[in-house]
């Protein structure tokens, strides 16, 4: 289960993997630090705030990956971040006028 909190109540959330861990570079009012070529995951509504993956009826991550050509193997490490939108004022726009976030990102190394 992939889960970002601190969310606005009902932002669009997408979850996303990369391959590579990169360094810490701004993106949108966040720090982005997973990169390589990104997967599509997920797209959820955040409930009160909370966004989680995957939604009931939903392909579990491992059937998720595989089917975009990753497949989690056992000692395998993939990189996990959430990408939401954020309209609030106080947060920075980029370039384009658009206002987003991410979440922390987090390394999971699978076992069997």
Same mark, same amino acid.
Request: charge should be positive; charged fraction near 20%.
């Given at each position: 289960?992939?889960?970002?909190?601190?969310?606005?109540?009902?932002?669009?959330?997408?979850?996303?993997?990369?391959?590579?861990? &990169?360094?810490?570079?701004?993106?949108?009012?966040?720090?982005?630090?997973?990169?390589?070529?990104?997967?599509?995951?997920?797209?959820?509504?955040?409930?009160?705030?909370?966004?989680?993956?995957?939604?009931?009826?939903?392909?579990?991550?491992?059937?998720?990956?595989?089917?975009?050509?990753?497949? &989690?193997?056992?000692?395998?490490?993939?990189?996990?971040?959430?990408?939401?939108?954020?309209?609030?004022?106080?947060?920075?726009?980029?370039?384009?006028?658009?206002?987003?976030?991410?979440?922390?990102?987090?390394?999971?190394?699978?076992?069997?």
């Amino acid at each position: 289960m992939l889960t970002s909190a601190g969310e606005p109540p009902s932002a669009v959330t997408l979850f996303f993997s990369g391959t590579l861990e &990169i360094a810490h570079r701004r993106f949108g009012d966040g720090l982005r630090c997973t990169g390589g070529a990104p997967r599509r995951l997920y797209v959820v509504n955040a409930v009160s705030g909370i966004a989680r993956a995957p939604a009931d009826g939903a392909p579990s991550i491992s059937d998720r990956m595989a089917s975009l050509g990753a497949p &989690i193997v056992a000692g395998a490490t993939h990189l996990y971040q959430a990408y939401y939108r954020d309209d609030l004022e106080s947060f920075c726009r980029d370039e384009l006028g658009g206002r987003f976030n991410v979440s922390s990102g987090v390394r999971i190394l699978w076992g069997r």
